[in-house]
Nanobody, 123 residues
Framework: QVQLVESGGGLVQAGGSLRLSCAAS????????LGWFRQAPGKEREFVAT????????VYSDSVKGRFTISRDNAKNTVALKMNSLKPEDTAVYSC????????????????WGQGTQVTVSS
């Protein structure tokens, strides 16, 4: 069982930066691949980024590639999402998610979810 708690959302102007963090409970954190997903009002949940168990492999959606960076610290049981050059279309609730062993960009394949944190980018 993994419990996830996000923090770091907020309101930022276009072109600005935010860093989201997700803290996980449990002693087997490094058995889980982790991902960030987002959902804007009236839209389906969207894949943002994922990172494998060791942190050595990452995958990004085309919409955030080159602007966002996912990272993890297995010693501290945390995963972060650094977001640069933010755009109004990045406005959404961002959630971290975990699944055992293998990374996936499919949100249906993730077993554990945080409650989400709101990111709002003003133009």
């Amino acid at each position: 069982q993994v419990q996830l708690v996000e923090s770091g959302g907020g309101l930022v102007q276009a072109g600005g930066s935010l860093r989201l963090s997700c803290a996980a409970s449990g002693r087997t954190f490094n058995n889980y691949a982790l991902g960030w997903f987002r959902q804007a009002p009236g839209k389906e949940r969207e894949f943002v980024a994922t990172i494998n168990r060791s942190g050595g492999s990452t995958v990004y959606s085309d919409s955030v590639k080159g602007r966002f960076t996912i990272s993890r610290d297995n010693a501290k049981n945390t995963v972060a999402l650094k977001m640069n050059s933010l755009k109004p279309e990045d406005t959404a609730v961002y959630s971290c998610a975990a699944r055992p062993f293998v990374s996936s960009s499919n949100y249906h394949e993730h077993n554990y979810w945080g409650q989400g944190t709101q990111v709002t980018v003003s133009s």
